[in-house]
Structure formats: C-alpha cells, structure tokens
C-alpha cells in the first residue's frame, strides 16, 4: 500500500492549478487544474481507490511506501549531501566589524570597531591556500560590520584567492552582504573583476521607514537616499549580466504600513533589470543590545504571506534561497569545510555568537597561526555537531533540506526551532519556478 509522502507539499496558483514538491524526492510539478483526479490524489489521498493513480503518484515521488521511515531516510539522504557539499570551502570574512548605520535590530554592539591588520591579512590568505587544496570551489563570503569600510582588504585578498584557485585549478566566487551606503558603481565593477557577483543589500520600505529602522551613525548622513543613488547607479552603469543584487526588506510591524509605497517605488526602479530581485525576510531577535530596547514589534508570518502574495500580484520578482537540493538551507557555519573569521583572525562556529572579546569557548574554534593553520578545539566542534534533532524535526516537511540544522544556535538556547514547517520559503521558491516555466508539467 501507499501513501502520500510526508514531504509532499503544494498550493494552489490563482487559476486553480496545483503546485507540487515532495522535498525528499527533489521533485517539482505544475497540476492542471482540468487534471482533477490527480489533484484529488494530492488533496485527499485517502478518498483514491484507483491503482493506476496510486502507482502513477508512487512513480513522480509523491506518494510512499507505508512501510518506509521516511524521516530515516531523510537523515540519510541529508548527511550524505551534506557531506558533499563540504567539497566547496566557504569561508565567511569579516575584515571589520566597525558600521556607519546603527540599525535598531542589529545584534552587534553599537560601539564595535576594528579593522583586519596586514598581519592577519596575510594569515587568511595562508589558510585560504591550504584549505584550497582539499577542495573543489571556494566560495568567498564578505561580512561586517559594513566590509566596504575595508574595501581595499576585500580586494587585497579577492586577488589572492584569484591566484590561489588559477594554481589549484578550481572555480571561485565572492557574494558580499553590505548595507550599500559605499558600495559605488566603479568599486562594484573592480569587485566583479574578482568574482564577487552576488550582493545582499536592505532596505527597509520607504525613505521614512528605512531611516527610522536603519538610521546612518551621523545624523547628517540620509541613508535610504545614499542607498538608492548608489543602486540607481548600478543599474545604469555596470552592465555585467552576472551581476546578482538582492534588495532584502526585513520586514516589522514598524516598516508594514510603507511596504506598499515601497514596492511600488522598487516596480518603478528596477522591474525591468532582471538583476536586481526581492528578499522577504522578518526581523527576529538574534539577541544584543539593541533590539531588547527598540521596542520594535515583530510580523506575524501571515503579514509576510499578505506582503509576499502582494509582490506576486504586482509581479515583482522574490528571491529565494531554496533550490530544493538536499542540506540547502543548512547553517553554511556547521559544515566542516566552513569557516567564519572575524577581523581579528579568530575562527568562530556562529556568527551571532561572535564578540570583540572573544571569550565564549564553545564558539571559538581557535585563531589562525602565521603560517594559515588553525589549531581547533575540539570541545567546540563537539560542543555544535552533537546537537540531537528535536522532536518536532521528525514531523517537519523542511527536514531534507535544513537536517535540523536550519539554527543550530536557537535548538541550543530554546530547544525550539523557529522554521518548523515554516514553507512560505517554499511558496516562494514554486511560484518562482513556475514563472520561470521550470515545473515539469502534469
């Protein structure tokens, strides 16, 4: 007998036609809706008798066995991806942790500064030389702070992992997340000469919104307006079709009333450059000093649906990270050919853990020594590989995508995660395929 998978999921497009995934499978469909058998099938699968449906269900990866575990599988299936996604080396760099924003939810402290010396300039680059070595890509990740602040150390040590990868003869490539205030159209086409293609940049609604959530340390300096001048410039000027721009809105109870306007405005901009696309994301507390007294008040994920069903609507195109591959949506910092290294030349597990000081041991996996080698501690890689799933991991439709691993940080300190079946990320991902016309069809 058969069943519908757990890991099938669907909804339904504004013609009534279905669209389909099961997770497990990596299977992806567009339902006609004149095709009502099947689409009973998925919606109540008990009320099918018909053998042939059944079978046919069982045979595109929908429907299972009964007798299959299918979160036993899952696990299997996710620790052997995850195991060959630790191939690439990533490694996450910080060359400041000083910012010229004071955004009102940001964990880190307000008063952080320090900026990468030569010294540990040249220690990465040793490490990142003999991590390459053993892989097969490197990916380059540019973090703060705001790394722009140290734009002459991004390309200091792009130029090095140029070299680097030409040697090891492995592909390579940069994504930075910046807050876009200093990220000009001429160093934006000196970055891309290095690989780094894909930016994240925020903006939270509109000039109002943004400058009340995102305010510039200097009082002087208008934030939202910098941002804008330096995207519209982009546009214009960098013709690079590899170029990647992803204009991230954290949405909040604070930003919801002007994220029409916003959108609006966004249509107006950049519809018509397919480079640039939305992410949605809520403001959570990731914990630090700030957010505890900005009494900013969080979004329920019913508004992120109204926010996200409205873009769809105007036809704004929504970035997603899910790309329905095993282990995807796994925190990059737990794989074991992944590294986050602060300005300092101290190696951490997680990012929202990381402190000038330095002094929390189960985060700190050691500093880098003049000749790139990293003398890791092993209570720490302990202290975040042996986190067990959590109860609800095993009823969770997300489970071959994150292995329980989505925050490893929020089962530690809540025992909870905050992504159970949490699938408008899916949503998005299937309309997305849909309008790019990469369902195969049913």
């Known amino acids: 007998m058969y069943k519908l998978s757990k890991y099938t999921y669907y909804i339904k497009d504004e013609e009534g036609n279905l669209l389909v995934c099961n997770l497990l499978n990596n299977v992806q469909y567009k339902i006609a809706k004149e095709n009502k058998i099947v689409i009973e099938a998925i919606i109540n699968p008990k009320e099918i008798k018909d053998e042939f449906i059944i079978h046919e269900m069982e045979r595109k990866g929908l429907y299972v066995d009964d007798n299959i575990n299918e979160y036993e599988q899952a696990k299997q299936i996710y620790d052997n991806a995850k195991r060959k996604k630790e191939d690439i080396l990533t490694v996450m760099i910080k060359p400041t942790i000083s910012c010229n924003l004071k955004c009102i939810y940001c964990w880190q402290a307000e008063n952080n500064v320090g900026i990468m010396s030569e010294e540990v300039v040249e220690r990465v680059i040793a490490f990142i030389a003999i991590q390459a070595r053993k892989s097969k890509k490197v990916v380059i990740d540019w973090f703060g702070g705001e790394p722009m602040i140290s734009f002459d150390i991004i390309i200091r040590i792009m130029q090095a992992v140029e070299k680097i990868c030409k040697e090891n003869k492995i592909p390579y490539v940069g994504i930075m997340t910046t807050n ?246 899916i949503d998005v991902a299937l309309k997305t395929m849909d309008e790019n016309k990469e369902l195969l069809y049913i």
């Open 180 to 425: 876009g205030t200093l990220l000009s159209d001429e160093k934006i086409k000196l970055l891309l000469r290095y690989h780094v293609f894909s930016y994240q940049i925020t903006i939270d609604g509109t000039r109002k919104s943004h400058n009340m959530s995102r305010p510039a340390k200097d009082d002087k300096f208008d934030s939202y307006e910098m941002i804008l001048k330096n995207l519209r410039n982009i546009r214009d000027n960098v013709k690079a079709r590899y170029l990647e721009m992803i204009i991230r809105i954290n949405l909040s109870d604070n930003v919801l009333p002007y994220i029409e306007e916003f959108l609006y405005m966004y249509k107006e901009e950049f519809l018509r450059d397919s480079r640039f696309s939305l992410l949605l994301e809520e403001v959570s507390n990731k914990g630090g000093e700030r957010i505890e007294s900005s009494g900013i008040k969080f979004v329920e994920r019913t508004n992120k649906k109204k926010v996200i069903d409205l873009a769809k609507k105007m036809k704004l195109p929504l970035h997603s990270f899910v790309d329905f591959s095993y282990a995807s949506i796994t925190c990059e910092l737990i794989k074991n050919n992944s590294y986050n290294i602060n300005y300092d030349g101290m190696v951490y597990m997680c990012e929202l853990l990381s402190d000038k000081n330095n002094v929390n041991v189960y985060n700190n996996k050691g500093y880098i020594a003049s000749d790139g080698t990293i003398n890791t501690k092993k209570d720490c890689i302990e202290y975040w590989t042996n986190i067990m799933d959590l109860p609800i991991c095993m009823d969770c439709k997300l489970y071959p995508l994150c292995g329980g691993n989505v925050c490893p940080l929020t089962k530690i300190r809540s025992k909870k995660c905050l992504n159970f079946n949490h699938m408008d990320i």
